[in-house]
């Protein structure tokens, strides 16, 4: 892939799945894989029986990996979804929402 235009930490809104519309927090980019993890998004649950070392057994829930083409950057003024370019800034590759024009890393 080319230059991240999703990183870590970054504001998402969801645009198709069963969670279409929600936003979350990115925890994890897995580029090599086309992959993304979003906080409160796409959460699995893994039945388990009980073992020796979870005797009680139960549910586990977790974010499971989701596509990086099924979530677009937050515009930061109004929280839509937006498309990101890159423009240099005082000799510094920045990252800019389109639909604003207003910088995404500070």
């Not at 198709?16 to 906080?39: A, C, F, H, L, N």
């Amino acid at each position: 892939m080319a230059s991240a235009k999703i990183k870590k930490g970054d504001n998402v809104v969801v645009l198709s799945g069963k969670d279409k519309g929600r936003t979350g927090t990115v925890r994890q980019v897995m580029p090599k894989d086309g992959k993304i993890v979003v906080e409160g998004i796409n959460v699995a649950a893994r039945h388990r029986k009980p073992s020796q070392a979870n005797p009680q057994g139960g549910i586990d829930r977790f974010e499971a990996p989701m596509s990086i083409s099924k979530v677009a950057v937050a515009d930061p003024k109004d929280g839509k979804p937006t498309r990101v370019r890159f423009e240099e800034k005082d000799g510094k590759k920045v990252r800019i929402a389109v639909k604003s024009g207003e910088t995404i890393d500070g």
